[in-house]
């Protein structure tokens, strides 16, 4: 092609290969792994060697992450899309094993380990299948060993120490990439590390937009200064815990009152769903709904608001 190359893939309807990670959020990394480990995805290239996708390349891509998200293993699922009719799933899970190795690790104290599974698997799976089959189920397995066992302090802080410095770092390299108004996210639980407000500021960032993480409460009294002077594209106030009186009538109120959605997330909003029925508060229990949610109103990617 000529110089004119991007213009005429785009006219004849090939996507480069950073919009198809917007409309399918499998980041470039992972689909340039699943092409070269995997041969699942293989796209037209221009002459200086950019990707181009077509909208059959795109299905394909989320065929791909619907085996991923059944259990199968990254390995299995070419010959799962080739074979002429669907074939079952006949090997282990892999999220298991890879569960119960992080597991090990953790044990362990061992933070090279668990720097380099996580690392290997970050490589090949795309965050939101990482987030519901690995890490928020290995969440809930910890929380249930940590019930009175001996060293259970020790585990959760080296855990949450390590999780809240990986996570940190990715949300650090996104953001330098993106531009536009932030999402601001807050905790109100009082603790000092909630995994579930940081999945979901990792599964945002990961989207193509940029995040502004508070990982301590705000007093109720502020946080129309926090809309003043960070001026974000929304709030996410997250509290795994139920919520104090004070922000319980004030965060419907500002939600009225803004100009930017407001939002409650995390296990609170189920103990306070009856009392908030009918507010403009958007809730996501989880920080998978918390990216649905966020999507539906059109507040993810660097264009957004």
Not at 90 to 105: T, V
Not at 152 to 159: N, Y
Not at 260 to 276: D, F, I, S, W
């Amino acid at each position: 092609m000529n110089v004119n190359e991007p213009l005429a893939a785009a006219e004849a309807g090939w996507l480069p290969i950073r919009e198809v990670a917007r409309l399918t959020g499998v980041n470039p990394v992972t689909l340039r792994a699943w092409e070269r480990r995997y041969g699942l995805i293989v796209p037209r290239r221009t002459a200086k060697g950019h990707r181009l996708y077509d909208d059959h390349q795109v299905e394909r891509i989320h065929q791909v992450l619907a085996w991923l998200n059944r259990g199968a293993a990254v390995s299995q699922v070419k010959a799962l899309l080739d074979a002429p009719r669907p074939l079952p799933v006949d090997q282990p899970s892999p999220w298991h094993e890879q569960r119960e190795a992080l597991l090990g690790a953790l044990v362990q104290c061992d933070e090279r380990a668990l720097d380099e599974r996580f690392n290997r698997a970050m490589a090949v799976y795309p965050p939101r299948t990482l987030c519901e089959q690995l890490l928020i189920p290995l969440l809930q397995m910890l929380e249930q060993r940590w019930q009175g066992q001996y060293g259970a302090q020790l585990e959760r802080t080296f855990f949450f120490s390590w999780l809240r410095s990986k996570l940190g770092t990715r949300l650090y390299h996104h953001n330098r990439q993106q531009g536009g108004a932030p999402l601001l996210l807050l905790s109100l639980s009082g603790e000092p590390f909630e995994p579930g407000l940081w999945l979901g500021a990792w599964l945002v960032s990961s989207s193509d937009c940029p995040v502004e993480v508070l990982d301590w409460p705000v007093p109720a009294a502020e946080l129309r200064l926090a809309l003043e002077q960070i001026r974000p594209r929304a709030l996410v106030a997250y509290s795994a815990q139920a919520l104090e009186g004070t922000y319980l009538r004030l965060l419907p109120r500002l939600a009225e009152q803004a100009e930017v959605p407001l939002l409650l997330a995390g296990p609170a909003t189920r103990l306070h769903q009856g009392e908030l029925e009918g507010s403009r508060l958007q809730l996501a229990a989880d920080p998978l709904e918390l990216l649905d949610r966020l999507g539906a109103l059109d507040l993810l990617g660097t264009s957004a608001r």
